[in-house]
C-alpha cells in the first residue's frame, strides 16, 4: 500500500497569514492526489483534486500544486471559516490512503 | 441538489454483523463509482472500499478483505457495506461518498460503536 505523510500534523497561524501543508507520498502517484478540509463533528468536503484542480465552488485561496511523490496544499490568505483539519489522499491506485491530517489552529 | 444520507449505524457487540446503507439523490447514481471512507474517534480518515458504477468491480482496504462486503442497487440508487465480524477497532464514523477518479462528495456518516 502507498503510505501518505503530512507535515506539520498541526500548526498555529493568524488571520490572513499564508499557509503551506506539505504531503508526501511513500512511492511516485503522479498527480492523483487530492485534499479535503473537515471541521469537528462535520463530514470531509472535497477542495482539490489532481494535485491542482479546484472541486466545483472552492474558492481560488486554495491551491495545490506537486507531482511524483511530494505535493503542497496552501490557503493564501487564512480566514476563520478557514481553521479545521486538512487531509490529503492518494487516488493513483487501490486501496486508496490517507495523510494523517494537519489541524489548522488560531494563534 | 445532491445528497448522500446513511443509515443502519448503532451499537453492536464484537463478532456480531450489521449492514450499512447510503440512500442517494440529486445526481444519476448509475454513473459513480461509490466509496465507503470511515473515521474512528480522534483518528484521520481511512478509505475502506470502492464498488465501480455497474457493481462489477469492487475493491476493499487490506484490513477489511474478506470481513466487508461493498454493494450497490442502482434500481434503488442506494450503497450498502455488509460488516461481518465486527471488533472494537471497526468502531467508527462510516461515510459514503462519491466519486469517479477521485472522491467529490460526502454524506454526514454514520456511527458504529462495536461494544459488549
Known amino acids: 500500500d502507498i503510505q501518505m505523510t503530512q507535515s506539520p500534523s498541526s500548526l498555529s497561524a493568524s488571520v490572513g497569514d499564508r499557509v503551506t501543508i506539505t504531503c508526501r507520498a511513500s512511492?511516485?502517484?503522479?498527480?492523483?492526489l487530492a485534499w479535503f478540509q473537515q471541521k469537528p463533528g462535520k463530514a470531509p468536503k472535497s477542495l482539490i483534486y489532481?494535485?491542482?484542480s479546484l472541486q466545483s465552488g472552492v474558492p481560488s485561496k486554495f491551491s495545490g500544486s506537486g507531482s511524483g511523490t511530494d505535493f503542497n496544499l496552501t490557503i493564501s490568505s487564512l480566514q476563520p471559516e478557514d481553521f479545521a483539519t486538512y487531509s490529503c489522499?492518494?487516488?493513483?491506485?487501490?486501496?486508496?490512503?490517507f495523510g494523517q491530517g494537519t489541524k489548522v489552529e488560531i494563534k | 441538489q445532491v445528497q448522500l444520507v446513511e443509515s443502519g449505524g448503532g451499537v453492536v457487540q464484537p463478532g456480531r454483523s450489521l449492514k450499512l446503507f447510503c440512500a442517494a439523490s440529486?445526481?444519476?447514481?448509475?454513473?459513480?463509482?461509490m466509496h465507503w471512507v470511515r473515521q474512528a474517534p480522534g483518528e484521520g480518515l481511512e478509505w475502506v472500499a470502492v464498488?465501480?458504477?455497474?457493481?462489477?468491480?469492487?475493491y476493499y482496504a487490506d484490513s477489511e478483505k474478506g470481513r466487508f462486503t461493498i454493494s450497490r442497487d442502482n434500481s434503488k440508487n442506494t450503497l450498502y457495506l455488509q460488516m461481518a465480524s465486527l471488533t472494537t477497532e471497526d468502531t467508527a464514523v462510516y461515510y459514503c461518498?462519491?466519486?469517479?477518479?477521485?472522491?467529490?462528495?460526502w454524506g454526514q456518516g454514520t456511527l458504529v460503536t462495536v461494544s459488549s
Open positions: 461518498a462519491r466519486g469517479v477518479a477521485t472522491i467529490d462528495f
Open positions: 440529486g445526481f444519476t447514481f448509475s454513473n459513480y463509482d
Open positions: 464498488v465501480s458504477y455497474d457493481g462489477s468491480n469492487k
Open positions: 512511492q511516485g502517484i503522479s498527480n492523483f
Open positions: 489532481a494535485a491542482s
Open positions: 489522499q492518494q487516488h493513483y491506485s487501490y486501496p486508496w490512503t
